[in-house]
């Protein structure tokens, strides 16, 4: 067997969708789609939902299994951080706190889903 060369070994490239449940899609829709997200399949009344953003998806399935726990967090690139938490507060959401500047260069806030699902909407500092 001959050893593969390096350059030509397959590669991490980009996410194409991450996929969350929900127990209730009619309820989950409307919060995506108050932030912003655009629908590109699916809906309230269906049991899988597709929302783009960028050359990714954000994918809601139907669900009903047991309680959903703290996984992990999904953080979303946005133009204007700010924004999108006045967008949220508009809408009647409760982000965790307001947006701040972290140590590690991004700008942020945080926002739980009505199904647990913690998001992460932030902006690099130049």
Do not use: C
Request: charged share 20%; net charge negative.
């Amino acid at each position: 067997m001959t050893e593969a060369d390096p350059s030509e070994a397959p590669r991490i490239e980009s996410l194409s969708a991450i996929t969350l449940a929900t127990h209730d899609m009619a309820r989950a829709v409307p919060f995506y789609e108050a932030l912003g997200f655009p629908l590109k399949y699916g809906g309230p009344q269906e049991a899988f939902t597709s929302f783009a953003f960028g050359s990714s998806f954000l994918n809601l399935i139907a669900d009903s299994r047991g309680p959903i726990h703290w996984w992990g967090r999904v953080i979303v690139y946005v133009s204007d951080v700010d924004g999108i938490y006045r967008r949220a507060l508009a809408a009647g959401l409760q982000p965790e706190s307001a947006p701040a500047d972290a140590p590690w260069g991004e700008r942020y806030f945080h926002l739980t889903d009505p199904d647990g699902h913690e998001l992460s909407f932030a902006k690099p500092l130049r």
